[in-house]
């Protein structure tokens, strides 16, 4: 609207002029109305003009007071008690100026003229900033531009979000949502609380399109029993953070979040912070190759909390590498911790062997892999090489340089795989048990992981940007299931598998049980405040389009291969797995049909092999007939 947009885009200078005036026009009309009620008459006339000068007085007086006493300074989102104790103190300071002229000049007027004259001036100017607040506010309203929102949560953070959501043009908060039978009913910070069985008429009758959930002290476990009652209104759903991190930003309305994707995994998340990592990384030289993905740079980040001597960031990307080295860097230097940043590929053993040599390294991280199925199963040699070739190029520098420990990062696609990408990360496995036997001297370790959440080419990154653009939302098949875990769940797994290590050891994590990828659809498409579509009945805004099972994607995935073989470690939500090696002369053999199926640019060759030497291996289109 024109009205309220030159309202709004008004200079701070014009704004506060505009007060000041107000204010010192209240002075006069407060003066005369003190008179009208003072002597029981809408036109004291006679006793006005005997005290004319009072009026002039103060006028000019006044006008220095209000000034002085910041009136015009004075926020409207922002009016509150401190703002009225302003304006009490400036109206008393006019009552004493009103008795002090008339006493000086001698006037005829009653003497409890300036004792109404400042209490009306008091009310006056409250009335007018308050109902100029009104005015904005509906105004708003009308054209629509600040979403109405509930809070959940009537405690200390819930008024500081209210009051901070007043000053913001994008929300405007209604009221307040809290399990306290105490406050149902009462106003507080000026919004009213209600209880939660009352939402869903006032999203209906405000038109409500955001909840907040300002609990930060409560425990994640009723944090998670409010999300999930929260997530069948069709609203979205917020989180205020935690006071630790809001007291990393710069304000609580730039601190909302969205409900995490991580809050979709359907178990607790696993505590794997043990003293066994901080003693295994304290004063070593650490590399981490593919230190700039997903994996890798959450690797580096939770590494510092380890005190290394040193981080040796290895990657192949230039914009990745530059992108961690320049995160990590000031959070290391902080630690007293020295960080080294290497370009390079895994698939060049003159320069991994040199870095390894040059730095010292003590232990290696073996994240860098090419890991998106449909691509690799396109570009099979170029995946076998990168995944299985550098990985025997690191393992291979660690065992001549005798390193400390190995650890592999792995996937649970390398189980009965089918599809190329699984099946060479299964090559890279066998590669490492074999090393192993041959060199004693460096204990070498793999983690098997499931889907990662919020990883690059996971899908839920995927299903939320799908969402955002209004749908439809692809899920391959009905029936496709999968583990998931989340980053930090994946980085602590891998330092926790370097510190359990015995030598040729495979780490699994208890994910409990596998879910739905269309169910984690669902929740996310509801989580965002929209509606799935039924095409029965026409209604919803956001479709679930099956697509079919993309070339090499099974539809469920396994953690180990033979789950006989299983051992515990320290951590009980942490498996040791011994599986079946293949012998040196048979590993030999396979990296000699692999260097020779990509120097002649033979796939089929390629794949041939990985149906003779990776166990379980079966086409795609055999999991699609399944």
Known sequence: MFLLDNLLNMSRS???????????????????????????????????????????????????????????????????????????LAAVSLSVTAMAVSYLLQLSGSRSVPLIFGMLFFV????????????????????????????????????????????????RPVAFIDDNSNLHGLMVAGLPVCAPSDMEKLIN??????????????????????????????????????????????????????????????????????????????????MVTGAGGSIGSELCRQLVSCNPARIVLFEQGEFQLYSIDQELRPKANHAGIEVSAYLGSVTNAPRVSNVVADEGVEIIVHAAAYKHVPLVESNELEGARNNVLGTQIVAEAAAQAQIERFILVSTDKAVRPTNVMGATKRMAELVVQDIQIRHSATKFSMVRFGNVLGSSGSVLPLFQKQIEMGGPVTVTHPEVTRYFMTIPEAARLVLLAGAYVEGGDVFVLDMGKPRKIIDIARQLITLSGRYVFDPQTGQGDIEIKITGLRPGEKLYEELLIDSDSLCLTPHPKILRAEEAKLSQIEVAAMIREIRASIDEGDEIRLRQLIATRVEGYHHYQQEIAQ
Request: charged share 20%; glycine share 8%; hydrophobic share 45%.
């Open 14 to 88: 014009a704004k506060r002029m505009v007060f000041l005036t107000a204010d010192i026009l209240l002075i006069p009309i407060s003066l005369y109305t003190a008179f009208a009620l003072r002597y029981g008459t809408a036109t004291p006339f006679p006793m006005v003009m005997e005290s004319w000068e009072l009026f002039v007085l103060m006028t000019v007086f006044g006008g220095a007071i209000i000034y002085f006493f910041n009136l015009p300074k004075i926020k409207l989102n922002a009016f509150e008690t401190r703002a009225m104790l302003q304006v009490g």
């Open 124 to 171: 006056a100017s409250v009335l007018m900033r308050v109902l100029g607040l009104y005015v904005i506010t509906y105004l708003s309203d009308r054209a629509g531009g600040r979403q109405h929102v509930l809070i959940y949560g009537g405690g200390s953070a819930g008024i500081q979000l209210a009051s901070a959501l007043r000053q913001s043009k994008e929300a």
């Open 205 to 286: 009758k405000h038109r409500v399109g955001r909840i907040l959930v300002a609990m930060p002290s409560v425990e994640k476990e009723r944090q998670k029993d409010i999300i999930s009652k929260l997530t069948g209104l069709g609203v979205e759903v917020h989180v205020l953070p935690s006071y630790v991190d809001m007291m990393a930003g710069n304000a609580i309305i730039e601190d909302l979040r969205p409900v995490t994707p991580d809050e979709l995994l359907g178990r607790d998340k696993v505590d794997l912070d043990t003293p066994e990592i901080a003693k295994t990384y304290a004063g070593r030289v650490v």
